[in-house]
């Protein structure tokens, strides 16, 4: 039997990050880090319920259960990756237009705003987690998540994502999280992604 979770193909080339992101960070944090999270699942899920779940359904059902830690851990982790990588582009970045520039100018009141809360969500997620904007009832917000969590299980849209795993900059980056942030949030994220979540 095949194993039912499967790590998906990265929405780019390995070195399409470069210089911001090298193929060596994507290396370890694609190829070793979010290929560990996907061997995990699938080794929890042998013989299980879960196996039969979609990874979505996985993440809800294990959430907030202490029986089943490992099990959303690594599950929400392999739905994280995939997000994140996702949330990135090759000349991204910048302010936005579209609906969500328009949304993001009423929720946080110009993009400036925003790009400062995002930025210092992502720097105040002490140790390992995650810094999200999302969709919550009719406005954005900018929210921090500990490491696997996942803002979907408490009724907010993702929209976009940064890692603040030290996995994640210190091969490019060292102990510097703030200028990865900043290389992120001007240069690589994804707001045509983000404009897709938004559509549902
Ligand atoms: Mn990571």
Redesign the pocket.
Known sequence: MSAPFSLPALPYADNALEPLISANTISF?YGK?HKAYVDNLNKLAEGKDIAQMSLVDVIKHSAGKADMVGVFNNAAQIWN?TF?WNSLKPNGGGKPGGTIGAMIDKSFGDYDKFKAEFANAAMTQFGSGWAWLVKDGDALKVVKTPNAEVPFTKGQTPLLTI?V?E??YYIDYQNLRAKYVETLIDKLMNWEFAEKNLAG
Request: no cysteine; charged share 10%; aromatic share 24%.
């Open positions: 944090h880090h990756h994140y890692d795993w996995h994640a």
